[in-house]
């Protein structure tokens, strides 16, 4: 039975493990003493929140219940931006159990620092979540953490700024510096962890780009200094490391507007499209607003690389809007090449807000996600194929002598000692 951090580092496509212009010297290390997968196909879309949770629970979004970064409120009518946890606490998001649910409920000391969609749980000993507004953060934090912090002399009236796109990299300073906190204050037996700034800059400049190669050796450093608090010593004895990412990225030089579409086409009022990066629903504000006629009709976008219907829906992992109204009425994807945008006026085609972009099909090989994992309970140097997100979840239950998780994914026996 062993401790377990996991790490995750929004972003990091597998794709950069193997790219000779990544200089990463903690995770080659960490590497060399344990296994890493050939990729790690995660769920669609292939967004932060829903991919964390998967992660977590070890099922699809039909199951957990998170089903996309950005929502349409049926009854208020109002786009809701879920990341930054600003809107729903954890028990309003997730359908069922995680890990660090299963932990606590098992008498382990559980923390977690910026993980998604883990707003005021009520299943970890220390939880700053993932929060990227000022007032959120005042308002949102468990007030004896908030305390906590403060009384450390964090600079916790910076944290609105630093979360901010272009500045996200002193945010993940700071989320290394509270994991160091928790880990040493509380020396939990499960401790999560998410960077974000390696996303945030190849959404900016694109993936490939100085930008993204900067940003991934930038928290390959602060994986180390999270690691000189973990020390080699308990590596060796009673903590295993994972280090994992939600998605990989692809570049998207193009954006398609389907609101500017249903404008034109005089449907603006019945429908109403949300984009989530590569993918996006199609809400039906009226009567049969998003049946099969519209679903021919976008899927004639340039841009669109296929439109799906609810009774599809089950084959990509996702419920129907009858089982969760945060899904759409129609679900659509982007081709390559091209991501979504909100827009409802303007070109229905344009240059891309973001260079780079996910949220299209995990199948796509530069969507592929990262997996890595050492220390205790860890197999050294063993053969890793590829996996799926849902297979950390109960490898992490297997690590911690937690009865099995109920998930769709296994535990990576080939990995473990």
């Not at 998003?290 to 089950?314: F, H, M, N, T």
């Not at 240059?351 to 530069?366: F, I, Q, V």
């Not at 996600?369 to 220390?375: E, K, N, P, V």
């Amino acid at each position: 039975m062993a401790r377990v951090v996991l790490v995750s580092l929004d972003g990091f496509a597998a794709f950069y493990w193997t790219d000779p212009r990544v200089r990463m010297p903690t995770l080659r290390r960490l590497a060399e003493r344990g296994v890493v997968a050939d990729r790690m196909e995660t769920v669609f879309p292939s967004t932060t929140w829903p991919s964390h949770v998967s992660l977590v629970t070890g099922v699809h979004p039909v199951t957990h219940g998170v089903v996309a970064n950005y929502i349409l409120n049926r009854a208020g009518g109002r786009v809701e931006n879920l990341t930054g946890d600003p809107v729903y606490d954890a028990a309003e998001l997730l359908r069922t159990a995680t890990v660090y649910d299963r932990a606590y409920a098992a008498g382990r000391v559980t923390a977690a620092v910026d993980w998604p969609a883990t707003r005021r749980s009520a299943s970890f000993h220390f939880n700053l979540p993932c929060f990227k507004d000022q007032r959120v953060f005042e308002t949102q934090t468990d007030a004896r953490v908030w305390a906590e912090l403060g009384a450390l002399g964090y600079p916790l009236d910076r944290q609105g700024e630093w979360a901010q796109l272009p500045k996200r990299f002193l945010k993940d300073a700071m989320v290394a510096d509270v994991a160091v906190h928790a880990w040493t204050r509380y020396t939990p037996d499960l401790l999560l962890v998410h960077f974000l700034c390696a996303d945030s800059l190849q959404h900016l400049h694109g993936p490939r780009s100085p930008e993204a190669y900067w940003a991934l050796e930038y928290v390959d450093g602060l994986v180390g200094r999270l690691l000189g608090a973990v020390s080699p010593r308990a590596l060796d004895d009673d903590t295993a490391l994972m280090v994992v990412s939600d998605h990989g990225f692809l570049a998207t030089p193009r954006e398609t507007r389907p609101n500017v579409h249903l404008e034109r086409l005089g449907a603006a009022g019945d429908a109403r499209f949300v984009m989530n990066h590569g993918a996006g629903f199609v809400y039906a504000l009226g009567a049969a607003a998003a049946g099969p006629a519209l679903a021919k009709e976008l899927s004639g976008l340039e841009g669109v690389a296929r439109v799906w219907q609810p009774a599809e829906y089950a084959t990509l992992g996702l419920p129907t809007p009858d089982v969760n109204p945060h899904v759409g009425d129609l679900l659509l994807e982007a081709a390559d090449g091209y991501c979504f945008g909100d827009a409802a006026d303007g070109d229905l085609i344009g240059p891309a807000h973001y260079r780079g972009n996910h949220g299209h099909l995990a199948t796509r090989p530069d969507l592929g996600a990262f997996f890595l994992a050492a220390g205790a309970g860890v197999a050294r140097g063993n053969a890793l194929g590829a996996i799926t997100s849902r297979d950390v979840a109960p490898t992490v239950a297997q690590l911690l002598g937690l009865a099995q998780v109920p998930s769709e994914g296994r535990v990576l026996a080939e990995a473990l000692a």
